[in-house]
Structure formats: C-alpha cells, structure tokens
C-alpha cells in the first residue's frame, strides 16, 4: 500500500524568509511518481510538479526547489524569500503512474504554510 | 489554457436527497477523476473513468455513489441518498493519455463544495 507523510500540520514564517516543507513516502512500486499541489485559500488545487522515480535530480523553478531524496523516501519542497501569496495548504502525493492512473493519487494530509507579512 | 471546470461551486441539500456534480473536463484528456476532501483533511480518492467506463474505486465508493458520461463533454458524480458526512469537497479531475498508454498528470477543477444538512 502507498502512504505520504506530511509531519508538519502548520508552518508559520515571515515575509522573505526560507521554508522546507517535508515529504516522506512509502510504496512497494519500483516506478512510481511523486507530485506538489498547492491549495489557496479559494480551495482549487494547483499542480506544481512531478517527479518519477528514475530522476533523482533536484529541480528548481523559480523561488521553488525540490529535493528528492530515494534513499530517505523523501520529496521535500522549499520556497526561497517566501512571499505573502505562497500561504496556502500544500499537498505531497504519490502514484504507480506519470497521472496517477487507475487507482488515482495519494495524498498527504498537507501543510498549512501561513506567510507572515 | 483550457482547465477542468465543475459546477455548481456550492450546493446544499438536504439529508436523503439525490444530488448530481457536474464536471467539464480538459476535451482532448481521456481519464477522469473524483476526489473528496472533507474539510480541514486530505484529499482523498474515489474513483477512476476511462473508456466509458469506472476503472478503479475506493473503499468510499459505495453503492451510494455512481459516476457517468453522459455525453462527450460532461463527467458527473451523483450521490443517491446524501448523509451528513457526504459533506465535503469534491474535486474532479482530468489527465491526458500518455503515447505509452498511461496516465499523465492530473488537472484538477476548482472543486463542488457539498453541505448536507
């Protein structure tokens, strides 16, 4: 069976400072994705990556990083300079497929990232 | 850039009561998705669609619960006869066909929230 583990209910920082949001995973699929979703306070889920078990580099977009780590299980998410407008809840997920295919996505229970002004 | 879109944003029904969500998903995405988020917890899966008909169900996915394209755009969810803990958000979501036959990533609407009384 999949799981994902988000230890951190609520993280609270201030404006411009840095913040990792952790992600354990536990599957038994040799191939299997990771993904971020981020959800505003307007509730709609955004996609921000996915990543597949065979590409273990870290990517960086923006203000936002990604490390995944095989040898932990872990997909963890940093914002640099966080801004006002990344307070939302975030989402680490898993699947067997690029999409989550029949059996769908698996959750964490996500973080609440409130960015202090 | 097309989105999945769902209606209504709100519905409220009274216990017992049949209510269908309705979702619009991307046009050229062939997998289709029900999630359900109660409020303040994860998201959870409910069931997969493709080719016309269900591919994969949770354990929430009871008898209560049934899914249908009715035509090629719509994808809905209707739930029978509604208890007080249907009350929720429900997200629809979408994704492509991969060349390799899988699923791609998945596009989520804004979401229907659900209040049963």
């Known amino acids: 069976a999949q799981k994902v583990t988000q230890a951190q209910t609520e993280i609270s920082v201030v404006e411009k400072e840095d913040v990792t949001l952790d992600c354990v995973y536990e599957t038994r699929d040799t191939t299997y994705y990771l993904f971020w979703y981020k959800q505003p306070p307007s509730g709609e889920l955004v996609f921000l990556i996915r990543r597949n078990s065979f590409d273990e580099q870290n990517e960086i977009s923006g203000r936002y990083s990604w490390n995944f780590q095989k040898s932990t299980s872990s997909f963890n998410f940093t914002i640099t300079a966080s801004q006002v407008v990344d307070s939302a809840v975030y989402f680490c997920a898993l699947s067997e497929a690029p999409g989550g295919g029949a059996d769908g996505l698996t959750f964490g229970k996500g973080t609440h990232l409130i960015i202090q002004p | ?117």
């Not at chain 2, 999945?4 to 519905?11: F, G, I």
């Not at chain 2, 917890?41 to 997969?48: I, T, Y």
């Not at chain 2, 719509?74 to 036959?101: H, Q, V, W």
Request: charged share 20%; hydrophobic share 30%; net charge negative.
């Open chain 2, 1 to 117: 850039e097309p989105e999945v879109t769902q209606t209504p944003s709100h519905q409220v029904t009274q216990m017992g009561q049949e209510v269908i969500l309705r979702c619009v998903p991307i046009s050229n995405h062939l997998y289709f998705y029900w999630y359900r988020q109660i409020l303040g917890q994860k998201v959870e899966f409910l069931v997969s669609f493709y080719n016309n008909e269900i591919s994969e169900k949770s354990e929430i996915f009871d008898d209560q619960f049934s899914v249908e394209r009715p035509d090629g755009s719509n994808f809905t969810l209707k739930i029978r006869s509604t208890k007080l803990e249907d009350s929720a958000m429900y997200f629809c979501a979408s994704s492509e066909r991969t060349p390799s036959g899988s699923t791609d990533t998945q596009y989520f609407g804004p979401g229907t929230r659900l209040t049963v009384l």
